[in-house]
């Protein structure tokens, strides 16, 4: 199945029936990727009385309560509500869902102090003003050890802010990137790569710009145009677990 659709005087073709899913399934224990000390996933069946909620154990449903940690457990998608001292809820934040993507593959550089960072010069070699409303990036090496990495501790690859604050002036909304977080895992309390990206606080906070985080970006996606489709629950929290789609777009004549 395909879609035409057009952006700055061009025309595509969404591929529809070829997706790529971005996100992580979650799974009941330790084999998530993990950050900041969450709690792992939790999914055990109700139990009250001679009823379980599990048909592996008789029962007649499956009925499961479900403990997660958005930010902590895996593939999640965050409003400036992550940072804000207002309240911002991502289901308020979030009114759209389709947005034309470009994914881009990106080396981080090590600091003399070992740290590892994406640098603003990695960004302005890849993107340019105006190119995109969302911006998928996937570091390398792009190792599956990021499907259940267990980051907490680790002082994983960040992003410079004034790389954040090049791709906020190339109008980019929404960023997905396969890091933990896009700030230092340590940093004092600074968050200054969120704050950059949202420009909070300030008379111009972008409360409909979204950050997704914990991502996988398959080597079959090659770089280069997607339609992307963001799916989220419905909760009423800064952020929610999410399900990025890409769909590959193919320019017309």
Not at 192 to 220: C, M, N, Q
Request: proline share 8%.
């Amino acid at each position: 199945m395909q879609i035409q659709l057009h952006r700055q005087g061009i025309h595509y073709a969404a591929h529809l029936s070829a997706p790529f899913n971005l996100s992580i399934r979650l799974r009941d224990g330790f084999d998530n990727p993990n950050c900041f000390y969450a709690p792992p996933v939790a999914l055990q069946p109700v139990r009250a009385g001679n009823f379980v909620g599990s048909t592996a154990e008789g029962g007649v449903v499956n009925f499961f309560n479900v403990q997660l940690n958005p930010h902590g457990n895996g593939t999640h998608t965050e409003c400036v509500g992550h940072i804000a001292r207002e309240r911002f809820v991502l289901p308020d934040c979030l009114q759209q869902s389709h947005f034309f993507a470009k994914v881009i593959s990106v080396y981080p550089q090590k600091m003399d102090d070992g740290d590892r960072i994406i640098l603003p010069e990695r960004i302005r070699e890849c993107l340019q003003p105006g190119e995109a409303e969302a911006l998928i990036v996937r570091t390398l090496p792009n190792e599956t050890t990021k499907l259940t990495a267990q980051y907490s501790g680790t002082n994983p690859v960040y992003f410079h802010p004034d790389a954040i604050a090049y791709l906020v002036e190339c109008g980019v909304q929404h960023l997905l990137t396969d890091l933990p977080s896009v700030d230092r895992e340590e940093d004092g309390g600074q968050l200054a790569a969120h704050k950059a990206f949202w420009r909070y606080p300030g008379p111009a906070v972008r409360t409909e710009a979204t950050i997704t985080e914990l991502i996988f970006v398959p080597d079959s996606v090659k770089d280069g145009d997607y339609l992307l489709n963001i799916q989220t629950t419905a909760l009423d929290l800064d952020a929610s677990p999410s399900q990025p789609m890409i769909y590959p777009l193919t320019k017309l004549a």
